[in-house]
């Protein structure tokens, strides 16, 4: 039988100790045509992990806070629309020490970075 907590996820067991994040945003869309449409945003939220949760998100290094993204759509006809959007992330960092003695670098100071590009190109056709 396994002791009460070691299992992931479980009170005071191992986890990825991700918390709820706070968020503000803001976005617009400017249409200087009927055909154009242009879009921008910006988001800045919490840090979902903390020092003591590096080792688990090395798996899944979510520490990003910022976003900030463009777009534009074309109509092409009544029914089709071309769009493309960008969204890049820049780079934020958690530091933390490896706390768990049968951890991989028990006692190192572990680091987690992330950066992220992403751009979308679609065609949409509406009934």
Same mark, same amino acid.
């Given at each position: 039988?396994?002791? +009460?907590?070691?299992?992931? #996820?479980?009170?005071?067991? &191992?986890?990825?100790?991700?918390?709820?994040?706070?968020?503000?945003?803001? #976005?617009?869309?400017?249409? &200087?045509? &009927?055909?154009?449409?242009?879009?921008?945003?910006?988001?800045?939220? !919490?840090?979902?992990?903390?020092? +003591?949760?590096? !080792?688990?998100?090395?798996?899944?290094?979510?520490?990003? !806070? $910022?976003?900030?993204?463009?777009?534009?759509?074309? +109509?092409?006809?009544?029914?089709? /629309?071309?769009?493309?959007? =960008?969204?890049?992330? &820049?780079?934020?960092?958690?530091?933390?020490?490896? =706390?768990?003695?049968?951890?991989?670098?028990?006692? /190192?100071?572990?680091?987690?970075?992330?950066?992220?590009?992403?751009? !979308? =190109?679609?065609? /949409?056709? $509406?009934?």
């Amino acid at each position: 039988p396994c002791r +009460k907590g070691l299992f992931f #996820g479980a009170k005071g067991g &191992p986890g990825s100790g991700w918390s709820d994040v706070n968020v503000i945003q803001a #976005g617009a869309e400017w249409r &200087p045509t &009927p055909t154009w449409s242009f879009r921008a945003g910006y988001a800045h939220n !919490t840090n979902p992990i903390g020092s +003591k949760d590096v !080792t688990l998100n090395i798996l899944a290094p979510g520490v990003v !806070t $910022d976003h900030i993204s463009a777009g534009a759509s074309a +109509k092409v006809d009544n029914h089709s /629309r071309l769009d493309l959007s =960008v969204m890049y992330v &820049p780079e934020h960092s958690v530091s933390g020490i490896e =706390v768990t003695p049968q951890g991989p670098n028990p006692g /190192r100071t572990i680091t987690l970075a992330m950066h992220q590009w992403d751009i !979308t =190109v679609g065609y /949409r056709y $509406d009934f």
